[in-house]
């Protein structure tokens, strides 16, 4: 079923806390707050955007590191202190002329079940709670910040058959086009 859904997919949106990091949130002294992103992560987004994926944040805290990564990553889409997420999803659907059922939201609590019931294919990460993971298609083998948004866009890019291609690009020498 998931397979059918991920096909559809144009946007894949991600929360942050517990989904691109691990859930834990740093502060130190004079208001520093830090986060660790995992590199599949990051180039699992690269891919998916080189595929044609438009790749999109919304998550319900404010962090300079998001911002920072979503610039690093070249994300479009990075909307931060959002309380209902649903309301950036509009917006995003607007700008990009879509429908929801070719969004796909991968999320871990329960302030994502609201944008998880709007979007066509359901995502949750393996530490995800059990309301989230109750009511989605696909729960992925990895916890967040340890690579569950790469294993989400594998996935995807796979039913949409871009996997391969993607794959054998890295086979080939620089001389014969491939990747450096």
């Given at each position: 079923?998931?397979?059918?859904?991920?096909?559809?997919?144009?946007l894949?949106?991600?929360?942050?806390?517990?989904?691109?990091?691990?859930?834990?949130?740093?502060?130190?002294?004079?208001?520093?707050?830090?986060?660790?992103?995992?590199?599949?992560d990051?180039?699992?987004?690269?891919?998916?955007?080189?595929?044609?994926?438009?790749?999109?944040?919304?998550?319900?805290?404010?962090?300079?590191?998001?911002?920072?990564?979503?610039?690093?990553?070249?994300?479009?889409?990075?909307?931060?202190?959002?309380?209902?997420?649903?309301?950036?999803?509009?917006?995003?659907?607007?700008?990009?002329?879509?429908?929801?059922?070719?969004?796909?939201?991968?999320?871990?609590?329960?302030?994502?079940?609201?944008?998880?019931?709007?979007?066509?294919l359901?995502?949750?990460?393996?530490?995800?709670?059990?309301?989230?993971?109750?009511?989605?298609?696909?729960?992925?083998?990895?916890?967040?910040?340890?690579?569950?948004?790469?294993?989400?866009?594998?996935?995807?890019?796979?039913?949409?058959?871009k996997?391969?291609?993607?794959?054998?690009?890295?086979?080939?020498?620089?001389?014969?086009?491939?990747?450096q």
């Amino acid at each position: 079923m998931e397979q059918e859904k991920a096909k559809k997919v144009k946007l894949f949106i991600t929360d942050v806390d517990g989904v691109l990091t691990n859930g834990q949130i740093i502060l130190g002294t004079q208001h520093q707050e830090w986060k660790a992103f995992h590199a599949q992560d990051g180039l699992g987004i690269a891919l998916a955007q080189k595929a044609g994926l438009t790749v999109a944040i919304i998550t319900g805290r404010y962090s300079e590191a998001v911002e920072r990564r979503g610039q690093e990553l070249g994300l479009k889409f990075v909307y931060q202190k959002i309380k209902d997420k649903r309301e950036a999803l509009e917006g995003i659907l607007q700008t990009l002329n879509l429908a929801k059922d070719q969004v796909a939201y991968l999320g871990d609590d329960l302030n994502d079940l609201p944008i998880l019931e709007e979007v066509g294919l359901k995502l949750a990460v393996a530490n995800a709670v059990p309301e989230v993971k109750a009511r989605v298609d696909y729960v992925t083998e990895k916890e967040g910040g340890q690579g569950a948004v790469r294993e989400a866009l594998t996935l995807i890019l796979q039913a949409q058959g871009k996997w391969d291609q993607i794959v054998a690009a890295y086979l080939k020498r620089p001389e014969e086009g491939g990747r450096q």
